[in-house]
């Protein structure tokens, strides 16, 4: 009975499902597209290593308030890193040069040089897409050898394969051992930095000076990177004579802190979506209150000849709720079916990462029968208060 009140004003009926099928398929989308947003923008950042840990010399966040020059960073701090943080794994000083002038037989190109050792690979969880990385000879030996990115190979060699090949970075020579495969996903600041190369970090002191810009590492698990943070922030403090409550004059980050703080962002963003969209079903469900006042008004001969039939007040109080349910309902299938679609077609036209999930779905069902309850209940409870004679004689 309450299907066939549905399509018996099937236009009035589509009208009143607008408000719920806006606010379930946003409710949907917003969540899918919020749930794929967190998941790339902590993939973004821990990209580049999820157990990976830099100390960078000075602190442009938070600046010292004393007029001490903060100190540098030096290839000693290594050594007391690996002897007080048994966590640590793989450790590596970086330096950085930027937009360098890189060129093979006429091809030119620029790029940030990165000088590293032998556990640059490891800290940033990278792979060689062919050749080999820098090895602790090519360190010790300070070795005229680089490893490129694929932007500098196609820049350079075009179709060539660049193994063996020598190039001149600064109008210095350098042997190509590797190409280094690029991250799986994107960085978020990838398409604002120059292309990275990589040579020997002794090989960077030589020809760019001597000058250690952070030291990275990583640990054996993730659980780790909190205590390592913390213990490099008490030894760097200890070392750089601090006193209680000035700030640090050098700067710790790790990948899994910044990862938080971005997924975190982007579910703060989510949550303002689904407050505008559970407005929506707001003004839905005061849309299936007005009609099923509606018919009540038209159907009042109906209850009361169900009523005088000896219908009781709850039988025509189940009747009109479920008839409010029902719209509801239809509303919400429809909702979710634009939702999820929604959803798919962002994600492959416009890239926008979606993760459509089970629980969603199942509360946005919820929340339709909610609404059909709470807004369906009056007028339900006004039809079931009609007195036969009144019912009977209202013209």
């Avoid at 700067?251 to 579910?267: G, H, N, P, R, V």
Wanted: aromatic letters at 8%.
């Amino acid at each position: 009975m309450a299907f066939r009140a549905i399509f018996h004003h099937a236009v009035r009926s589509l009208l009143t499902l607008l408000g719920i099928v806006i606010g379930i398929a946003g409710i949907i989308a917003i969540v899918a597209i919020g749930k794929g947003a967190q998941k790339k923008a902590r993939d973004q950042f821990l990209v580049y290593g999820s157990k990976s840990i830099s100390i960078y010399r000075g602190n442009w966040i938070t600046p010292a308030k004393s007029k001490k020059q903060s100190k540098p960073l030096m290839l000693d701090d290594m050594k007391g890193i690996c002897a007080q943080c048994p966590s640590v794994q793989y450790i590596s000083p970086f330096a950085v040069r930027g937009r360098i002038e890189v060129e093979y037989e006429g091809n030119q190109s620029s790029a940030d040089i990165v000088g590293t050792n032998e556990n640059g690979i490891n800290i940033s969880e990278r792979t060689m897409r062919s050749g080999v990385y820098l090895s602790q000879y090519d360190v010790e030996h300070k070795e005229n050898v680089v490893v490129l990115c694929q932007e500098i190979v196609e820049s350079l060699f075009k179709s060539q394969n660049p193994s063996g090949k020598v190039i001149r970075i600064n109008k210095h020579p350098f042997t190509v051992i590797g190409v280094i495969a690029p991250p799986k996903i994107p960085g978020r600041w990838d398409g604002f930095r120059q292309p990275n190369i990589f040579i020997p970090f002794s090989t960077h002191q030589k020809y760019f000076g001597n000058y250690l810009e952070q030291i990275s590492m990583s640990t054996y698990t993730n659980e780790q990177v909190p205590e390592v943070t913390r213990q490099l922030e008490k030894m760097f403090r200890a070392a750089h004579h601090l006193e209680e409550g000035e700030p640090n004059d050098f700067m710790i980050e790790d990948l899994q802190t910044f990862a938080a703080a971005a997924e975190e962002a982007a579910k703060s963003v989510g949550i303002f979506a689904i407050i505008a969209a559970l407005i929506a079903l707001l003004v839905g469900g005061i849309g299936v209150m007005n009609i099923m006042l509606v018919a009540v008004q038209e159907r009042t001969k109906e209850i009361g000849i169900k009523t005088a039939l000896g219908a009781t007040m709850n039988v025509i109080r189940m009747q009109f709720l479920l008839e409010a349910i029902a719209i509801c309902m239809v509303g919400g299938i429809i909702g979710v079916t634009f939702g999820i679609s929604a959803s798919v077609v962002l994600d492959r036209i416009f890239s926008i990462p979606a993760i459509v999930e089970l629980t969603p779905v199942l509360v946005a069902f919820f929340i339709t029968v909610l609404i059909g309850l709470v807004f369906g209940f009056y007028p339900a409870e006004r039809a079931a208060r009609l007195r036969p004679v009144e019912a009977l004689t209202e013209q």
